[in-house]
C-alpha cells in the first residue's frame, strides 16, 4: 500500500513523500461518556516523514534552527491521507518533533476531522458567532412575539421570555412595586435559540431527532442592565456628577435637587450636557437629536440620623423641575443607617429635557450625603423607536464549541463526519438502533489470538453525575441549599461497580435557572436575582422553552402561561394586551403529566406544584439506555484481533450489529488499523442488550394521579386495581417503589411523587 500525505496551505496543495517501511497506524473511535464529543480518527502513534520535496517546500527547513518556519508550528496544518491514491482521512497534522542528521525528517500526529471539529469552533466566540445579527427592538417587533410566540420564534430564532430583573413582578395592586400592570420595551431582553446558532455555525452541522432540544434558547444577557446592548453607541452624550466632598443637610428634606459639585463626561467635547453652574439646580441636559430612553445609574452611600422606626427616605428623577418617579423608597430602624443606593432606572427624553436627582425624606433628622455619590448617565439613549439590539454585543462569554458540547452532552449525541466535509449530531438511542448491518465477528477473527472479556467496572465509574453549571441566581441557590442537589442534576451514587471509586462528572458548559411563581398569580417565571431581587449577571443560562411541535400553537394553551399586561411602547401611545406568555421551564407544559418531557437530566422538584412531575428527563430519553449497557451486571467489554480490509473499515458506520458466539455487541474502538500493511485490527466491543420491565422490578409506574402513582404488572401488563393494590401486593409495591425512584408509605401502603420547594 501507498500511502500519500498532502498538506493544504493557502491554496496549494504539497504533496509529501512518506518512508517506505514506516508504519502508519489509525485509531477510530467513537463517542463514549468519558470522550464525548472526541469521536474521531487519530494516529495514536506519530510517524516519520522526510524533510524533502513537498514537505520542505511547506513547512521549510525546520530542523535548522536559525531558519524561520513557513507555518506556525504551534498550530495545526490542514491536510489528507491518501492510501493507493484514493482520499481515506481529512483532517489536520501536527509537528511534534524534528530530527537534523545524515537525514532530515519530521515527526508528525494526525487527528481526523471529526476531532478537529472542537478546535475550530473552540476559537469562535458566541459574540463572533452572532456578529452582524441585529433584532428589532421596539414595540412592533414585541407585539409580533407576544401575539404568536411560538411562530415568531420558529421564523425569527429568538423569544422575548418575561423575566424578572429586579422589577418584584406582583400581582398585588397594593404593592408599590412591581405591580404588574403596563410593561415597555426596556422589560425584555430576547434569547436565541439553539437552532439559530447552528444556523450560524461556520461548519454545516446536521441535528437529528432533537428537536425540543435545539428550541431551548441562551439568554442574551451580560450585564446588570435591564436592557441588552443596541445599535446606537452611548459613549457620546455620558458620564457623571458627584459630590467630591461629604455634604450634612438640615431636616426635613422636600424635593431637595442633590447639589453635585464635580463633573466627568467621558467624551470632552460634549462637557456641556451637564449643567453644574448652579449647584441648586444640577442638572443632565438632553441633547439635540437623541431623543430616546436614557439609563441612569445611581450610587454612592447617605448616612441618616432615624429617631425612631418607618422613618423613610425617597430619590427621585425629576423632568424639568417635576418629580416623575420614585426610584428609592427605604424606611429604616432606630439609629444611624448609612444607605448605599444602587439604582438603574430607564426613561424616555426629548432633546432639550433637563433631569435632575432629587431627595425626600420623613422622619430622619440628619442627612449626609457622602463624597463619591454620583448621578450617572450610562446610555444616552439607550433605546429609540427605530433602535436594533446588538446581537454580538449582547452575547454571554461562550465558545461555538460550548453551544455544540450542550446539545452532544444533553443529548448523549454520537457525532458523524461526512466525507463532504460536513458532519451529523445523532443522539445514541438512535443511532444505535439505526444501524442494520449484520457482521458475524466468528467469522473473521484472527487465528490463535485469545479474545478477552472483562466486566467494565475495571475502567469505569464510581459514580456518574449529568448536570449543568451552577447558576447564580437565588431560587438555584436556594434550591440546592434545600435539596443538597443542583438544580437539574441526576445523580447515579452508585453504579454497582465496587472496585471502581472515581466519580465521572458530565457537565453541561452552561447554567440552568427554574421557575417561580408570580404573587398571586398562576404565572411562574424564572427571576434573574440574587437574594435582595437585585439583577445578577449569573453563568450563560439556557431558557428551556416549550416550543409547540404540532403546528397548532395557538390553541395548545398548556404551552403558556397565564401572565396578563399591557404592552405599551416609551415613544408612542400604542398599547396591546398580552393574555398569557410562552412558558418558560424545564417541564415540556407547566401543568406537567408523567409522561411528558423534562429537559433537566434528573428529575427536579418546582417551586410551583407537588404534582404531575414528568419522568421523562434528559436522563430517561438519551442516557438511560447507553448507561445500562455499560454499567449493569450483564455488562461486558471485549477485546478481540479481527481481520478486517482498510476497505471494509472505511465502510464501517460503527453502529453494526455484530455478533460474537450469538451475543449482539456494538463497537467501540479499532486500534492498529495499518494505511501501509494489510494486518488485522485490535476492536473492542460492548454487549448489547435490553432491559425489560421484569428485570426492574414486578410492578412497573404509567401514570401519576394527585402524587399517586398508578402501577401495571410488569409480566402482564394489567392496571394494578386499586392504585396501591391488595395487601398481599405491598411487598411487590414498595420494591417497585424503590426501584423507580418514588417514596413508598408504608402507613397508607401506596407509592407517592411529591416534593415542591416551599420559601418561607
Excluded at 127 to 150: R, V, W
Excluded at 357 to 363: H, I, K, N, P, S
Excluded at 540 to 565: C, H, K, M
Excluded at 613 to 626: A, G, I
Amino acid at each position: 500500500m501507498v500511502v500519500t500525505i498532502i498538506l493544504d496551505i493557502g491554496l496549494v496543495s504539497h504533496v509529501c513523500r512518506t518512508f517506505e517501511n514506516e508504519s502508519i497506524q489509525i485509531t477510530k473511535l467513537v463517542a463514549s461518556i468519558d470522550n464525548l464529543g472526541s469521536q474521531g480518527t487519530v494516529t495514536r502513534q506519530s510517524f516519520r516523514l522526510p524533510l524533502m520535496g513537498g514537505l520542505l517546500d511547506a513547512l521549510g527547513d525546520i530542523t535548522d534552527p536559525s531558519q524561520s518556519a513557513k507555518v506556525n508550528l504551534n498550530k495545526s496544518i490542514k491536510g489528507r491521507i491518501l492510501v493507493d491514491g484514493f482520499q481515506r482521512f481529512e483532517g489536520s497534522f501536527f509537528v511534534i518533533n524534528t530530527t537534523s542528521g545524515d537525514s532530515k525528517e519530521v515527526e508528525m500526529i494526525f487527528q481526523g476531522s471529526e476531532t478537529d471539529l472542537k478546535a475550530t469552533l473552540s476559537n469562535i466566540t458566541m459574540a463572533e458567532l452572532c456578529e452582524g445579527e441585529t433584532l428589532g427592538y421596539n414595540f412592533t417587533t414585541l407585539q409580533a412575539y407576544f401575539d404568536s410566540p411560538h411562530q415568531y420564534q420558529k421564523d425569527n430564532g429568538y423569544l422575548f421570555p418575561v423575566i424578572d430583573y429586579g422589577d418584584r413582578f406582583t400581582y398585588d395592586s397594593s404593592a408599590s412595586v412591581g405591580y404588574v400592570n403596563e410593561l415597555v420595551e426596556t422589560n425584555f431582553k430576547p434569547a436565541i435559540t439553539l437552532e439559530k446558532l447552528f444556523s450560524l455555525m461556520p461548519i454545516n452541522i446536521t441535528v437529528n431527532n432533537m428537536e425540543q432540544i435545539m428550541h431551548q434558547s441562551i439568554l442574551l444577557h451580560n450585564n446588570k442592565s435591564r436592557i441588552p446592548s443596541t445599535d446606537v453607541s452611548p459613549f457620546d452624550n455620558t458620564g457623571y456628577i458627584e459630590r467630591t466632598t461629604d455634604l450634612t443637610k438640615a431636616t426635613p428634606i422636600s424635593n431637595y435637587i442633590i447639589p453635585l459639585d464635580g463633573k466627568v463626561v467621558y467624551n470632552s467635547a460634549n462637557a456641556s450636557i451637564f449643567d453644574i453652574t448652579d449647584l441648586a439646580d444640577c442638572k443632565y441636559i438632553i441633547p439635540q437629536t437623541v431623543t430616546g430612553a436614557y439609563t441612569f445609574l445611581v450610587e454612592g452611600d447617605i448616612d441618616c440620623t432615624i429617631p425612631s422606626s418607618g422613618s423613610n427616605l425617597q430619590l427621585r428623577l425629576y423632568l424639568n423641575g417635576n418629580p416623575i418617579g420614585m426610584f428609592s423608597n427605604g424606611t429604616a430602624s432606630n439609629g444611624i443607617n448609612s444607605f448605599s443606593i444602587p439604582m438603574s432606572p430607564t426613561a424616555a427624553f426629548n432633546a432639550g429635557d433637563e433631569v435632575s436627582l432629587g431627595l425626600t425624606t420623613g422622619g430622619i433628622t440628619s442627612v449626609v450625603i457622602k463624597a463619591g455619590f454620583r448621578f450617572v448617565v450610562n446610555r444616552a439613549p439607550s433605546l429609540n423607536v427605530n433602535s436594533l439590539i446588538n446581537v454580538s454585543a449582547s452575547c454571554p462569554e461562550l465558545t461555538a464549541w460550548d453551544i455544540f458540547r450542550t446539545v452532544a452532552i444533553q443529548s448523549n449525541a454520537q457525532i458523524i463526519s461526512n466525507p463532504d466535509g460536513t458532519f451529523e449530531m445523532t443522539p445514541f438511542v438512535d443511532w444505535i438502533e439505526d444501524g442494520d448491518k449484520v457482521i458475524v465477528l466468528d467469522n473473521i477473527l484472527e487465528d490463535n489470538v485469545d479474545v478477552q472479556i472483562k466486566p467494565f467496572s475495571v475502567e469505569g465509574a464510581k459514580s456518574i453525575k449529568l448536570g449543568y453549571k451552577e447558576n447564580d441566581d437565588f431560587y438555584s441557590k436556594k434550591y440546592k441549599e434545600l435539596t443538597s442537589t443542583p438544580f437539574g442534576e441526576k445523580l447515579i451514587s452508585n453504579t454497582g461497580t465496587e472496585f471502581a471509586k472515581n466519580e465521572l462528572k458530565i457537565e453541561a458548559p452552561v447554567a440552568t435557572i427554574p421557575s417561580v411563581p408570580v404573587d398571586f398569580s398562576g404565572a411562574v417565571i424564572p427571576k434573574m436575582v440574587d437574594s435582595s431581587s437585585n439583577v445578577i449577571i449569573g453563568k450563560p443560562t439556557i431558557l428551556q422553552s416549550n416550543y409547540d411541535d404540532d403546528g397548532d400553537d395557538d390553541t395548545d394553551n398548556e404551552a403558556y402561561t397565564a401572565f396578563r399586561f399591557t404592552l405599551k411602547s416609551l415613544f408612542s401611545t400604542q398599547s396591546y394586551p398580552v393574555q398569557r406568555i410562552q412558558f418558560i421551564g424545564n417541564w415540556r407544559e407547566q401543568g406537567g403529566g408523567y409522561q411528558q418531557t423534562d429537559n433537566n437530566f434528573g428529575q427536579s422538584l418546582s417551586y410551583w406544584s407537588n404534582v404531575n412531575y414528568p419522568s421523562q428527563t434528559l436522563y430517561e430519553r438519551y442516557w438511560k439506555k447507553y448507561l445500562e449497557e455499560t454499567y449493569t451486571e450483564q455488562s461486558r467489554e471485549l477485546k478481540m484481533s479481527i481481520k478486517l480490509s482498510i476497505n471494509e473499515i472505511d465502510n464501517l458506520k460503527f453502529n453494526e450489529k455484530f455478533y460474537y458466539k450469538n451475543t449482539l455487541l456494538r463497537l467501540v474502538k479499532l486500534e492498529g488499523v495499518s494505511l501501509t500493511s494489510a494486518q488485522p485490527v485490535s476492536a473492542t466491543f460492548m454487549k448489547r442488550f435490553n432491559i425489560f420491565r421484569t428485570d426492574i422490578s414486578g410492578y412497573y409506574p404509567y401514570n401519576i394521579i394527585e402524587s399517586i402513582v398508578q402501577w401495571r404488572d410488569s409480566e402482564t401488563n394489567n392496571d394494578l386495581v386499586p392504585a396501591n393494590g391488595s395487601l398481599s401486593d405491598q411487598a411487590v409495591l414498595e420494591a417497585s417503589a424503590i426501584a423507580y425512584g418514588f417514596f413508598y408509605d408504608s402507613n397508607k401502603q401506596m407509592a407517592t411523587q411529591s416534593g415542591q420547594i416551599l420559601i418561607t
